[in-house]
């Protein structure tokens, strides 16, 4: 395409590419909806497994609905030994997101409905999918720490189930709980671009695991997924409320960027900081430790005082980070949880793009030369 009108949405920033019932964003007020529910009842009151009955059927389930979600979801959390095999083999310092993405892509031979792409056959295969990832998730952990691993119990919830095959032990309450949220608030957010990477790889007619294997590797890059690992690390490096402010002003003025503040929709608080800060509030309180958790509610005032004005509040990866560290889960598997939780959200996007789907094949703007004359190699200089 050229021509001298043409208008360029770099990052197709504001671009509308689809309807969705998905979710809804109000950046301006801080407001979160999936599927119309409110994000904060949705944390207060649901499970992971009822989210996810809730984004692939755009309604809440029944009971027995939900139970048999949450058999099925039991019954499938099995990965091929193969595929296990692999994983192991990988080199020791191999990215946890790319033995997520292989994993994954390996996984599509093995289902039986891989090619049928009706909505019915690609609900039952997110199914199988989001059983199979948390898995992979907690598979990776043992592996890098070089653990034997631990096979998927066939009692446990999803986040239960999770920290089991992770620790070997079965998880306290308020760990569970905190897991079952954190991948209730990560299960969902419109179309950043890993969903966006998705839903261009179905947009072809491709299968549903393809489309994830573009959602994981697009969630790989530091400006997606990534930035609690960094925010976890500032707030070590900051160690105490006392010296919150000197650091974030000496940072602030040396231009570097506060990870887990800002976000290119929302321009108020992000309402699932604030459920990750209440709930990092009470692992604090259980294990009687506060000195991160003052930390950072000092660099959250400094930054507001700062920068609120400018719509700079904390985003959702300022107090996970720190949750995380203190349920003794390892940075390098921050972003992967996030890939597991959000299978979810891409899963039912893509069911959800399919049902009117229209090749996704945006145009760029040419201004490079035309018309240059072919000169054979021998005669170039
Ligand atoms: N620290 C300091 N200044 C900031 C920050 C920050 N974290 N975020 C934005 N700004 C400033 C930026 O310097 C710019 O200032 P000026 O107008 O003076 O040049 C202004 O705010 C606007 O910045 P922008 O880069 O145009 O805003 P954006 O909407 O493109 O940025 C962002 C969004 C997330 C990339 C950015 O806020 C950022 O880099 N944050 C830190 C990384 C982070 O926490 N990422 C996680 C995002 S949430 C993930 C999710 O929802 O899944």
């Given at each position: 395409?050229?021509?001298?009108?043409?208008?360029?949405?770099?990052?197709?920033?504001?671009?509308?590419?689809?309807?969705?019932t998905?979710?809804?964003?109000?950046?301006?007020?801080?407001i979160?909806?999936?599927?119309?529910?409110?994000?904060?009842?949705?944390?207060?009151?649901?499970?992971?497994?009822?989210?996810?009955?809730l984004?692939?059927y755009?309604?809440?389930p029944?009971?027995?609905?939900?139970?048999?979600?949450?058999?099925?979801?039991?019954?499938?959390a099995?990965?091929?030994?193969?595929?296990?095999?692999?994983?192991?083999?990988?080199?020791?310092?191999?990215?946890?997101?790319?033995i997520?993405?292989?994993?994954?892509?390996?996984?599509?031979?093995?289902?039986?409905?891989?090619?049928?792409?009706?909505?019915?056959?690609?609900?039952?295969?997110?199914?199988?999918?989001?059983?199979k990832?948390?898995?992979?998730?907690?598979?990776?952990?043992?592996?890098k720490?070089?653990?034997?691993?631990?096979?998927?119990?066939?009692?446990?919830?999803?986040?239960?189930?999770?920290?089991?095959?992770?620790?070997?032990?079965?998880?306290?309450?308020?760990?569970?709980?905190?897991?079952?949220?954190?991948?209730?608030?990560?299960?969902?957010?419109?179309?950043?671009a890993s969903?966006t990477?998705?839903?261009?790889?179905?947009?072809?007619?491709?299968d549903?695991?393809?489309?994830?294997?573009?959602?994981?590797?697009?969630?790989?890059?530091?400006?997606?997924?990534?930035?609690?690992?960094?925010a976890?690390?500032?707030?070590?490096?900051?160690?105490?409320?006392?010296?919150?402010?000197?650091?974030?002003?000496?940072?602030?003025?040396?231009?570097?960027?506060?990870?887990?503040f800002?976000?290119?929709?929302?321009?108020?608080?992000?309402?699932?900081?604030?459920?990750?800060?209440?709930?990092?509030?009470?692992?604090?309180?259980?294990?009687?430790?506060?000195?991160?958790?003052?930390?950072a509610?000092?660099?959250?005032?400094?930054?507001?005082?700062?920068?609120?004005?400018?719509?700079?509040?904390?985003?959702?990866?300022?107090?996970?980070?720190?949750?995380?560290?203190?349920?003794?889960?390892?940075?390098?598997l921050?972003?992967?949880?996030?890939?597991?939780?959000?299978?979810?959200?891409?899963?039912?996007?893509?069911i959800?793009?399919?049902?009117d789907?229209?090749?996704?094949?945006?145009r760029?703007?040419?201004?490079?030369?035309?018309?240059?004359?072919?000169?054979?190699?021998?005669?170039?200089?």
């Amino acid at each position: 395409m050229s021509g001298s009108d043409v208008v360029i949405h770099k990052g197709l920033e504001n671009i509308i590419i689809t309807e969705t019932t998905l979710s809804y964003i109000d950046g301006e007020k801080g407001i979160l909806y999936y599927a119309g529910y409110p994000i904060e009842d949705l944390a207060k009151y649901s499970t992971f497994e009822e989210v996810c009955f809730l984004l692939w059927y755009n309604r809440l389930p029944k009971r027995k609905e939900l139970d048999d979600l949450k058999k099925n979801l039991i019954e499938n959390a099995d990965i091929p030994w193969e595929i296990v095999d692999f994983m192991k083999k990988t080199p020791k310092n191999a990215h946890p997101m790319d033995i997520m993405k292989t994993a994954v892509s390996a996984l599509g031979p093995y289902d039986p409905e891989l090619e049928d792409n009706s909505k019915e056959a690609n609900i039952r295969k997110a199914i199988r999918l989001q059983a199979k990832v948390g898995t992979i998730t907690a598979y990776i952990y043992r592996i890098k720490e070089g653990l034997d691993i631990i096979p998927p119990s066939r009692r446990l919830g999803y986040a239960e189930n999770f920290l089991y095959m992770m620790f070997g032990k079965e998880p306290d309450k308020l760990s569970s709980r905190i897991i079952d949220v954190a991948l209730i608030l990560h299960a969902e957010h419109e179309l950043p671009a890993s969903t966006t990477a998705a839903l261009t790889t179905i947009s072809t007619l491709s299968d549903i695991y393809s489309a994830i294997v573009s959602g994981i590797a697009a969630l790989k890059g530091p400006l997606h997924g990534g930035a609690n690992e960094k925010a976890l690390e500032m707030l070590k490096e900051i160690k105490t409320p006392e010296r919150a402010e000197e650091y974030i002003k000496k940072a602030l003025a040396e231009k570097k960027r506060i990870m887990g503040f800002g976000h290119r929709v929302y321009k108020a608080y992000d309402p699932r900081a604030r459920i990750f800060k209440e709930y990092f509030r009470k692992l604090c309180e259980q294990k009687n430790e506060w000195t991160m958790y003052q930390t950072a509610e000092k660099v959250e005032e400094v930054m507001i005082n700062l920068l609120g004005k400018k719509g700079i509040f904390p985003n959702i990866d300022f107090y996970s980070g720190a949750v995380y560290d203190m349920l003794g889960i390892p940075s390098y598997l921050f972003t992967p949880m996030f890939a597991m939780a959000r299978t979810s959200g891409w899963t039912a996007h893509v069911i959800e793009y399919l049902q009117d789907n229209r090749l996704i094949r945006p145009r760029a703007h040419y201004i490079g030369q035309l018309d240059l004359k072919y000169i054979p190699i021998e005669q170039r200089e």
